[in-house]
């Protein structure tokens, strides 16, 4: 590794929502572009769709790219694994003949365990409104983040604890895997039968050696020190593109904390999670929805709870990838979304779903909030008082033609012209790709 030597520079792809704007669509889209696809954060919540040819992908741990024959497909350092779900998802991928040969996995990723898993759950339940009703009857601040239940936290948690965290790269090393569970097991065990007294010690120490060993003794031929080999890819003169999971809006530093996921889901998470410096990643897409979803807890304002939030559900299918979940509906938020863009440093931006919003009389976009103190136009990254945010809409005409066949801008209705281009300069960023529909085909590229 030298810094004296010329490298080739880096895009990425990264949600400015609240996940599932389309990032796996477009990743895929772009990723025959490249000679690596890296994720950098998130773990087996992220659920990006792609659809190649009418067939449908749900990717959870793998990088779209292994949909693009060449691409090598890289699990940085920042992702939290679960081994178990990673290999079945392998397996499902080469069932349907994609070619999953490509793939590294870093050294340094976190693993997620099975009682990081059942911590969640727990958590969870203890948030949930039920055991919001204890003897002091005191009103819980933060209620249930509605979190996937896959364990991110507790993972992320576990990194930051240092004592406490497997990684990758322990898999392959029983002897110290063994030594780490034995402290760790009793740990776990003892926080679980106080909250759970005269349950049976739930984690045992050796099986999840022998369990967690043959489970990297199978990832053993794809984990590598990633960071150095993306530097060597760089200094080659390849090219790499960053796969963002979860958003900028779930990003645990500049978030609608405490409903967040725990990483940085920005894409600042990129540096730590992937050990390429910042100044290298150059071209950043931020991926928006025509409108905005989210799911699981925490503040929305421009939340619907209508037939026309309903309309945009059904036509825009929203149920998550990952838990099959209803996604909340709601206006496009400019407020957020000028914000997110700001964070995560967005060059460029790619609107998607724009079709859903065919057939709405009246779009409406939250350009202010109206806060306790007065009107705003800044986002206020705090998931407890944005609750109080009330948003103030510009609304526009709609349009009602079917635009799933638009392949260029000017073939697009003058009003949902209007729209993106209204959205542009709000925002100040320009939005280079539209996409009308979940397949490759079709996008509208300006
Ligand atoms: P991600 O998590 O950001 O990758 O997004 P998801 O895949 O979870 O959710 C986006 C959903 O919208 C998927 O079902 C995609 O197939 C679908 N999709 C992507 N772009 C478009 C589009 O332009 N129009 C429509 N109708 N669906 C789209
Ligand atoms: P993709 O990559 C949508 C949300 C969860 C929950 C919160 C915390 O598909 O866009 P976690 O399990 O991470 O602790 O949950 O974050 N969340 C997502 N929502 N898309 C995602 O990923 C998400 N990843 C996490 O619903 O509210
Ligand atoms: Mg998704």
Redesign the pocket.
Known sequence: MSNNRSASTASAVV?LQW?????????DLLASEFDAVVRYNGGAN??????VGGQ?Y??HLVP?GILSPGVLAVVGNGVVVDPERLLEEIKTLSERGVDTSAMVISDRAHVVMPYHKAEDALREELLSPAADSGPTQTKQVVSAIGTTRRGIGPAYADKVQRATAIRIGDLLNPEILRTKLEMICTLKNSIFSALHPGEPEQFDAYELTEQFSALGEQLRPMVKDTAYLLDDLRHTGKSILFEG?N?TMLDVDHGTFPYVTSSNASALGIGPGSGVPPQAVTRIIG?V?AYSTRVGGGPMPTELFDEVGDGIRT????F???TGRPRRVGWLDLVALKYAAMVSGATELCI?????LSGEPELRLATSYAMPSGDTDRFVADGILLGEATPNYETMPGFSEDI?GARRFDELPANARSYIERIESFVGVPIRT?????DRE??IRR
Not at 352 to 356: F, G, Q, R
């Open positions: 949600g996940g599932d704007e389309g990032k796996g669509k477009l990743v992220a659920g990006h769709s792609v659809v449908r749900a990717l779209s999971a958003a991926v929805k036509r825009g299918r929203e998550g990838t990952t998607t779903l724009l079709d859903v799933t539209i996409s009308v529909g979940p079709q996008t």
